[in-house]
């Protein structure tokens, strides 16, 4: 078996489904830069200025579940051992945006972190994680061997021009993954899945489990409820508490309010303190709490892309500082009319 490596730093421009595009986001270390070897203030900004590049991701700020993850990641490696159960499934559930997809690949970098760190090196190549965004079927035949295929590089398909369906790569991913110790199962974007393809996908899931001895992580809105479901044989409605079934971890937009304030002021002191921008005082952001929960609603993905394209624009402007007035001219987050852009 062999896998491609990609240049350095190719990688980062691959998506995460891919073997290479996951690996280069393990090893991917955000450093921020120092203000004091940046080019000073008043400088033209270059494309590839490094205070631009840095705004553009930030690092990942550890809200309460992100740390819970970590602690998942842990446990599900302390119970991968065989079982004569099976291996646990875990879901995460949540409203879209909330940064559902951040946890499940926080759960896969640590629990990928702690095999480099506790196995010795193996003589073949592991691939203890797979990560795998559920894939359309509009042709309602739906292959689930296609995702795996596609992220450990197997060529799939008998020929693309003549038309013909891709082949079954079930045996090929097994082997692989077998050989190569794949222990969890990262499945993104669970609720894509049509009511007609839920019984194939999830006899697809249950089988590898079996078969290869892997834990599956299921993410997207109402996955608690459509992995409940599935595996009874049928759709299920929309989510309810409920109880029982499959361990869910709940990622929640963060609240703000006069008497419930302090998870939202310790997240926006996270992205305070990693701002480099030449006029902002430590707090600034802090200031701006209120404001930045009316325009994002505490959900994290819009809060994360509102605060790092700001800072972008402070550097870009020259303002160097974020203000109230820069967040509002960003074409994101809650506003009062559809946003529209200005040419």
Same mark, same amino acid.
Not at 141 to 151: N, R, T, V, Y
């Given at each position: 078996?062999?896998?491609?490596?990609?240049?350095?730093?190719?990688?980062?421009?691959?998506?995460?489904?891919?073997?290479?595009?996951?690996?280069?986001?393990?090893?991917?270390?955000?450093?921020?830069?120092?203000?004091?070897?940046?080019?000073?203030?008043?400088?033209?900004?270059?494309?590839?200025?490094?205070?631009?590049?840095?705004?553009?991701?930030?690092?990942?700020?550890?809200?309460?579940?992100?740390?819970?993850?970590?602690?998942?990641?842990?446990?599900?490696?302390?119970?991968?051992?065989?079982?004569?159960?099976?291996?646990?499934?875990?879901?995460?559930?949540?409203?879209?945006?909330?940064?559902?997809?951040?946890?499940?690949?926080?759960?896969?970098?640590?629990?990928?972190?702690?095999?480099?760190?506790?196995?010795?090196?193996?003589?073949?190549?592991?691939?203890?994680?797979?990560?795998?965004?559920?894939?359309?079927?509009?042709?309602?035949?739906?292959?689930?061997?296609?995702?795996?295929?596609?992220?450990?590089?197997?060529?799939?398909?008998?020929?693309?021009?003549?038309?013909?369906? &891709? $082949? *079954?790569?079930?045996?090929?991913?097994?082997? !692989?993954? #077998? /050989?190569?110790?794949?222990? %969890?199962? @990262?499945?993104?974007?669970?609720?894509?899945?049509?009511?007609?393809?839920?019984?194939?996908?999830?006899?697809?899931?249950?089988?590898?489990?079996?078969?290869?001895?892997?834990?599956?992580?299921?993410?997207?809105?109402?996955?608690?409820?459509?992995?409940?479901?599935?595996?009874?044989?049928?759709?299920?409605?929309?989510?309810?508490?409920?109880?029982?079934?499959?361990?869910?971890?709940?990622?929640?937009?963060?609240?703000? &309010? $006069? *008497?419930?304030?302090?998870?939202?002021?310790? !997240?926006? #002191? /996270?992205?305070?303190?990693? %701002?480099? @921008?030449?006029?902002?005082?430590?707090?600034?952001?802090?200031?701006?709490?209120?404001?930045?929960?009316?325009?994002?609603?505490?959900?994290?993905?819009?809060?994360?892309?509102?605060?790092?394209?700001?800072?972008?624009?402070?550097?870009?402007?020259?303002?160097?500082?974020?203000?109230?007035?820069?967040?509002?001219?960003?074409?994101?987050?809650?506003?009062?009319?559809?946003?529209?852009?200005?040419?």
């Amino acid at each position: 078996m062999s896998f491609p490596e990609p240049p350095d730093g190719a990688g980062l421009m691959l998506p995460a489904t891919t073997l290479p595009g996951w690996r280069a986001l393990l090893d991917r270390v955000i450093v921020p830069p120092d203000l004091d070897a940046c080019p000073p203030p008043g400088s033209r900004v270059e494309p590839n200025d490094v205070r631009i590049r840095y705004h553009a991701t930030m690092h990942t700020v550890q809200t309460p579940v992100l740390k819970r993850a970590v602690a998942v990641a842990r446990r599900l490696w302390l119970a991968s051992s065989p079982r004569s159960e099976g291996p646990l499934d875990l879901a995460i559930d949540g409203p879209g945006e909330t940064g559902m997809t951040t946890v499940l690949r926080q759960i896969g970098r640590v629990y990928e972190g702690i095999v480099r760190v506790q196995l010795p090196p193996g003589t073949q190549r592991r691939i203890p994680v797979i990560h795998i965004n559920t894939p359309l079927a509009p042709s309602s035949k739906l292959d689930m061997s296609i995702p795996f295929a596609e992220f450990l590089g197997h060529k799939h398909t008998k020929d693309p021009e003549s038309g013909q369906r &891709s $082949t *079954d790569m079930t045996g090929p991913v097994c082997h !692989v993954m #077998k /050989a190569c110790g794949t222990r %969890l199962v @990262l499945v993104d974007g669970i609720d894509r899945l049509d009511n007609s393809e839920l019984g194939t996908a999830f006899d697809y899931f249950g089988y590898l489990a079996a078969e290869c001895n892997v834990s599956f992580v299921y993410c997207g809105p109402g996955s608690r409820e459509i992995v409940n479901e599935a595996r009874r044989g049928k759709r299920p409605g929309p989510a309810g508490p409920g109880s029982g079934g499959i361990p869910t971890l709940a990622v929640q937009p963060l609240p703000y &309010s $006069t *008497d419930d304030y302090e998870l939202f002021h310790e !997240v926006i #002191k /996270a992205f305070d303190q990693g %701002l480099r @921008l030449y006029q902002h005082t430590p707090g600034d952001l802090l200031s701006l709490a209120a404001h930045l929960h009316r325009r994002t609603g505490g959900y994290m993905k819009p809060l994360s892309y509102l605060i790092c394209q700001s800072a972008q624009e402070a550097i870009e402007t020259g303002m160097e500082a974020i203000t109230s007035e820069l967040l509002d001219n960003q074409l994101l987050g809650v506003l009062d009319e559809y946003p529209i852009l200005q040419i």
